[in-house]
């Protein structure tokens, strides 16, 4: 992780790069993490929302309850926006997943993450804001999840 010699923190512009990888959109979340990230994907009365504490369990949740429903080889990740960094611990990666889900039908995932970087450069705190009924719908479509 780059940072500015008078930045405590990632800035903008690295952080963008971070999350800019590649290597896929699991990749894109999951490098930057601390081993022990308090990591929430928000939301209600769906699957895919929970706490997870550690960089493991969020693993195990993303290859359980979204990576199943994503063909990852063909999305594209891209990073939008990125608000905060330097001087702050704080982010909002505004970012957007395009491409198909395993049934072959087009995959179109806005979403945010509100993350706070200790000093070494790694997420201690990841909010996940999720298009939930986007990927429900996915998922139903592929028999994971009921109407």
């Known amino acids: ?48 929302a929970g706490e997870h504490k550690g960089k493991e369990a969020l693993t195990k949740n993303l290859r359980d309850e979204i990576a199943c429903i994503v063909d990852e080889d063909k999305v594209h990740y891209e990073v939008i926006n990125v608000i905060g960094g330097g001087d702050s611990p704080w982010a909002a990666i505004e970012a957007k997943a395009t491409g198909k889900s395993k049934t072959g039908k087009k995959l179109v995932h806005e979403h945010v993450y509100v993350v706070r970087f200790n000093g070494q450069g790694k997420i201690v705190k990841l909010r996940a804001y999720f298009d939930t009924h986007h990927l429900h719908n996915h998922a139903v479509d592929q028999g994971k999840a009921s109407a």
Do not use: C, Q, W
């Not at 690295?14 to 939301?43: H, Q």
């Open 1 to 48: 992780m780059s940072k500015k010699a008078d930045t405590p923190y990632p800035t903008s512009h690295s952080i963008e790069d971070l999350f800019n990888t590649p290597t896929g959109f699991r990749d894109a979340i999951l490098a930057p993490l601390d081993d022990n990230v308090d990591a929430k994907i928000v939301g209600y009365d769906h699957h895919f």
